[in-house]
């Protein structure tokens, strides 16, 4: 009895903390890697994407070995904020300590993202219901358009990346042309986020 009490207690947990499609753009300070906190409020009504990030992880080497996520970063610069997020705790896979290593990660990887952010208590993570790396959330005026994988192929490979169809790109795309922008929500792909 004890076990499934438990089992439904956990599963209302992260009822409560997962966004849905529709929900406002949350405000919360983050430090960044250029020292800075970063009030994420003067965000709010513009498109946003968040980009779950863990430097360790498979998946997403996938992406950033191959320029894939940089290169989007850039195409989309001047028309969307883009928040890569660190959510590791201290002594997981992908933690990162500080703002210095923040900018050595932001500068190894080639970045082009308008800030990587660093989440070490994992509640910014949670309340989206960020759960692999790389987990991307698509904001269309400051309400969710788009949770889920970043392609349809959840695979290592990045060779694959050629084949794959790109979700957030199409949903960027849709915003950015005007088009009604269809909001999808896709089972996201990768190594679980380290809170």
């Known amino acids: 009895m004890k076990t ?6 956990l599963l209302q947990l992260e009822i409560a903390y997962a966004i849905n499609l529709g929900d406002e753009f949350k405000s919360e300070t983050l430090l960044g890697h250029r020292g800075e906190e970063v009030d994420l409020s003067q965000y709010k009504g513009k498109t946003v994407v968040l980009e779950w990030f863990n430097e360790g992880c498979p998946f997403v080497r996938k992406h950033y070995d191959s ?3 940089q290169s989007l970063q850039k195409k989309y610069a001047s028309e969307v904020v883009w ?3 660190v959510s590791s705790r201290k002594g997981e896979q992908g933690y990162l300590k500080d703002s210095n290593e923040a900018m050595a990660t932001y500068v190894r990887e080639k970045m082009a993202s308008s800030h990587l ?3 070490p208590t994992g509640k910014f ?4 219901g960020a759960k692999t790396t790389p987990h991307m959330f698509v904001f269309n005026k400051g309400k969710l358009a ?3 994988a970043i392609d349809n192929f959840p695979t290592t490979n990045v060779a694959d ?9 199409k949903i960027i795309e849709a915003i950015k042309t005007g ?3 269809p909001a999808g929500q896709v089972k996201p792909y990768g190594c679980s986020v380290k809170y």
């Open 161 to 169: 990346i050629q084949k794959a169809t790109n979700y957030v790109e």
């Open 4 to 9: 499934w009490l438990s089992i439904i207690l």
């Open 67 to 69: 320029m894939n996520m």
């Open 125 to 128: 993570g949670q309340y989206h």
């Open 117 to 119: 952010l660093l989440d």
């Open 146 to 148: 788009y949770t889920g």
């Open 83 to 85: 928040l890569t997020i």
């Open 179 to 181: 088009k009604e922008v």
